[in-house]
């Protein structure tokens, strides 16, 4: 793991060596040179070339052994076969660390990986922390440095770290953010992640003084630990962590014996993940962009009131309205004192609700518009302002000085959307550098919403983001190398505290009689590799007594015969027959990314088609478990929705708390487990397990 101490040398540079430097402006190894001369960088920078004296004004040397020693970053860009020598030769002259810009490693198949993989065991050694190989470059304007072969420009950065997997999407994010005013002071583009990954750079930016907010372009992570901790470092450092994640690959859809297999999206999982550590996830770009430029002008959020919307065109306050809905946003209700005030300052017929409608008379007043403000900066019910104006730029701009020294001033923070603006009208705007500007209505409000929930949860959460310890597990009853059947799972459920029907497993007819159950019954037949029974009719409920029990013996031993699948079938099983309660399914996989992670949602036949399911890495607590049942769409039913009697939460959120924690302990038996459906019962009650999918890790790979 590489600490903030190892990578300062690569963020932030006092000399640079340029490894295969060219003088040849077609040349990619010719633009760092030209980028860094323009930036004005106040290093040192060496070069690298026998065919040169100097390039820009910089020295030139024949060979990496000429070069000074403690150099902090070098840039390579040559052929990928040539790169191991040359960081072995810098790792001589005491480099500090290394950019890698040539490609040809594992993006291109076999060979290059072991190219790639050579490169990671020599950085892992020498403890020597590599950006790249693949990468686009990096950037700190806090040090007037671009160690990029792009055209990324200079820019009046604002203090906002971003870091990419991609270069062109980075490019174009930064491109984005400075026409938005907020361009980057700090940019990574980590190329293939051969040793410095994603969530490192995310750590280090999470300890830098001079950043406020971060961003980033996710494809995938290759270390949960890694991002746990940086995730954690983001918010006890007070850094908001803005993501887009792209990529919805599933895993093991094709082969998967349960839902939750098949529904373990990669994108699923993320989700609910980032979601549980209060990670803000957008959906494209321009939300990216304008959240973090919100962000960026961010007050301080309280945790009650809502937001009011100021407006010249009740169309838009309307269509804002409608989105803060959608989005969650509160609208605040105004106060007679509030309203009041605002009859005062606006015309008689302009409407003091919320929205507030101005109307276009504010065109002939515009200090109306500081005076409207004015009054709800002071409001306690009000949470956020949102202005909205269009057009008129000629009226406006008088004002923009007086919004500015507003909004620096108030407590509460305030967002203007001014549509159709002119490009010297937005220079006005960003030159104040204080006021947070976005062009539409709906950007506006899902930028805003991200925001206000951000700083909500953070004022609301219990601290969730560490996970807490947990006791491990005493032994299951059976190691869980292939996949178990129904009866065996049971057991298992039971043994770590799991509640399952009381039953018995039987094989004749005279097993039959001996049993000492409560009827109504339910009678099963048992095996292995048949997971949907009903497909089978190998499931009878409400068997009223020993008479229609055997009848049902008989007559479910025929359909297997006629099945063809008595080979498949170890026995039956009966059950007496669980109390009703609302179904739910609890599962869980073994993710590549995540390790042990846990899904929950809606049960029975309704959870592929509604998929209304949240998923968590394990171990999960108990506190957690509760974020995850309340987190669904269909909590309402098991909180008492229309009168109904409330479901009991508290055990339902002990046995995913349990269930995570044996999955956590016994990781290497299993790959695959799922319950569905779990029936949740009244409050008091408990829950019941009536169906188990286990798959152990041997049966897996058999199948793979």
């Known amino acids: 793991m590489f600490t903030m101490d190892d990578l300062s040398p690569m963020l932030a540079p006092n000399a640079i060596a340029i490894i295969g430097a060219s003088g040849d402006q077609t040349k990619i190894s010719y633009k760092p040179i030209a980028n860094l001369k323009e930036v004005g960088y106040q290093g040192d920078v060496y070069l690298v070339n026998p065919k040169y004296d100097e390039i820009l004004g910089y020295p030139c040397y024949q060979e990496i052994e000429e070069l000074p020693e403690h150099i902090d970053l070098a840039l390579i860009s040559v052929g990928a076969k040539s790169v191991l020598s040359i960081i072995k030769q810098l790792h001589a002259k005491k480099v500090k660390s290394i950019l890698i810009f040539s490609s040809g490693f594992t993006e291109i198949g076999k060979e290059g990986a072991m190219l790639e993989k050579e490169i990671q065991v020599f950085s892992e050694r020498h403890h020597l922390p590599i950006c790249g190989p693949n990468s686009l470059g990096l950037f700190n304007f806090n040090k007037q440095m671009i160690a990029s072969f792009s055209s990324l420009k200079a820019c009046d950065s604002a203090p906002i770290a971003f870091v990419t997997q991609s270069g062109a999407m980075g490019s174009l994010t930064h491109t984005l953010a400075t026409e938005l005013g907020i361009g980057f002071q700090a940019f990574v583009s980590s190329g293939n992640e051969s040793t410095v990954d994603f969530f490192n750079y995310i ?12 961003g980033g372009y996710l494809e995938g992570a290759r270390d949960e630990a890694k991002m ?21 690959s599933v895993i093991g859809a094709d082969a998967a014996s349960s839902h939750t297999a098949s529904l373990a999206g990669n994108a699923k999982v993320y989700e609910s993940y980032f979601t549980s550590k209060n990670v803000v996830l957008v959906d494209d770009e321009e939300e990216l962009i304008d959240t973090l430029s919100l962000f960026n002008y961010a007050k301080n959020i309280s945790k009650d009131g809502g937001a009011v919307i100021v407006t010249q065109s009740g169309g838009a306050g309307i269509m804002m309205a409608d989105q803060c809905e959608r989005k969650g946003i509160k609208l605040a209700t105004l106060e007679a004192e509030t309203k009041e005030s605002l009859a005062q300052t606006l015309p008689t017929f302009a409407s003091i609700k919320n ?8 065109n002939q007043n515009p200090n109306q518009i500081i005076d409207t403000l004015n009054v709800l900066v002071e409001a306690r019910e009000v949470q956020s302002i949102v202005l909205y104006i269009q057009m008129t730029d000629h009226l406006f701009t008088p004002i923009i000085g007086k919004l500015s020294a507003l909004i620096k001033k108030a407590n509460k923070p305030i967002v203007v959307c001014w549509a159709g603006i002119k490009e010297n009208t937005k220079k006005q705007l960003f030159n104040e550098k204080s006021i947070p500007w976005i062009p539409t209505p709906t950007r506006t409000i899902n930028a805003l919403s991200n925001v206000v929930n951000y700083y909500t949860t953070t004022k609301q959460q219990v601290s969730v983001h560490e996970k807490k310890g947990y006791a491990k597990q005493s032994q299951s009853p059976m190691i869980v190398e292939e996949k178990l059947n129904e009866w065996e799972g049971k057991q298992l459920l039971q043994s770590i505290g799991i509640q399952v029907p009381k039953g018995s497993f039987v094989r004749n007819q005279k097993e039959l009689h001996n049993h000492r159950l409560q009827y109504p019954l339910v009678l099963k037949g048992v095996s292995k590799e048949i997971t949907h029974k009903s497909d089978y009719q190998l499931v009878q409920t409400h068997i009223k007594n020993q008479q229609d029990l055997l009848e049902h013996f008989e007559r479910m031993r025929e359909r297997i015969k006629h099945a063809q699948v008595d080979h498949l079938i170890e026995g039956m099983m009966i059950e007496e027959m669980a109390e009703e309660g609302i179904e739910v399914i609890i599962g869980a996989i073994d993710d590549p990314t995540f390790g042990p992670t846990i899904m929950f949602g809606v049960g029975g036949i309704f959870t592929e088609i509604l998929e209304d399911v949240v998923f968590l890495p394990a171990p999960i607590t108990e506190a957690q478990a509760l974020q995850m049942i309340t987190s669904i769409k269909a909590f309402p039913l098991l909180n008492g929705a229309r009168g109904n009697q409330k479901s009991d939460i508290k055990a339902l959120a002990i046995t995913i708390q349990r269930l995570s924690e044996f999955c956590t302990s016994h990781r290497e038996e299993w790959t695959e487990m799922e319950f569905n459906p779990i029936l949740v019962h009244k409050e008091g009650k408990g829950v019941t397990a009536v169906d188990a999918v286990i798959v152990g890790k041997k049966q897996a790979e058999i199948c793979n």
Do not use: E
Not at 355 to 362: G, K
């Open 228 to 248: 746990s901790k940086a995730i954690t470092a983001c918010h006890q450092n007070n850094k908001p962590l803005v993501l887009i994640k792209v990529g919805t």
């Open 355 to 362: 929205p507030v409608d101005m109307t276009a008379q504010v």
């Open 203 to 214: 750590d280090y930016f999470a300890k830098s003084p001079d950043i406020k907010v971060i």
